[in-house]
């Protein structure tokens, strides 16, 4: 909390958020600092939280930044028991500005449902970004998953990314391919962005990337641009 640290090479694995609903592997709240964290040539895989981020929470200051790189991150899950009715980032939930650089995110999981008659969501299987700046450079976003059961109207939007709250999303030299967004509810479903779903108010820019295979769409946004 409040620190800089660097994690390198290390292997993080089935590990949960417990009673907390934060970060199943890595927690990071540096909101009132600055400086970097990086995570260099780590294995985050098998690790599971209630709400935020099954893989890695981080909730970055102005002036912090979130530095991932050489870094596998799978097979983690948000709401593994479905439980909690609005999730976030399966593999990765991040607040702030973030730069991923020779990553491999896949077979993540962003679970959204309970037992309650309310509305269901999951946001962002691969990554939830928000308020940032999201610099993807030579990334493989691929096999992740968001999706919603329950009553009420359930919504599923990212399979692969969900960017908002007027973020920033710059990628280049990236894959992102069989990133699933699904949804099933009493009163209907709102699915968006098999790939990459931009919600109103942030913006993308894409260079060299690849799209493949996302359902039900690659890309769904306001603002988009490809270079």
């Not at 993540?108 to 939830?128: L, P, R, T, V």
């Not at 099933?184 to 942030?202: E, F, L, R």
């Amino acid at each position: 909390k409040n620190s800089s640290p660097e994690i390198k090479n290390c292997f993080i694995t089935s590990n949960s958020s417990g009673s907390s609903v934060y970060g199943g592997g890595i927690y990071v709240y540096n909101a009132n600092s600055s400086g970097v964290v990086q995570l260099l040539n780590c294995l985050i895989t098998g690790n599971s939280a209630v709400q935020y981020g099954g893989g890695i929470y981080a909730w970055m200051g102005t002036n912090c930044l979130l530095d991932i790189e050489g870094c596998l991150i799978s097979n983690n899950i948000v709401n593994p028991s479905v439980v909690t009715e609005t999730c976030y980032g399966g593999g990765v939930f991040v607040s702030g500005n973030s730069l991923l650089k020779y990553c491999n995110i896949r077979n993540n999981i962003c679970h959204g449902g309970s037992a309650f008659s309310n509305d269901q969501s999951a946001y962002g299987g691969g990554i939830f970004s928000q308020i940032s700046s999201e610099n993807l450079q030579n990334c493989i976003i691929m096999n992740n998953t968001t999706v919603t059961t329950g009553s009420g109207i359930s919504y599923a939007d990212g399979g692969g990314i969900e960017l908002t709250g007027s973020g920033t999303l710059w990628a280049t030299n990236s894959v992102i391919g069989s990133n699933i967004a699904s949804a099933s509810g009493s009163w209907g479903a709102v699915i968006n962005g098999g790939g990459i779903s931009i919600a109103s108010g942030s913006t993308g820019a894409f260079v060299n990337c690849t799209f493949a295979y996302n359902n039900p769409e690659g890309l769904n946004s306001a603002v988009t641009n490809f270079l």
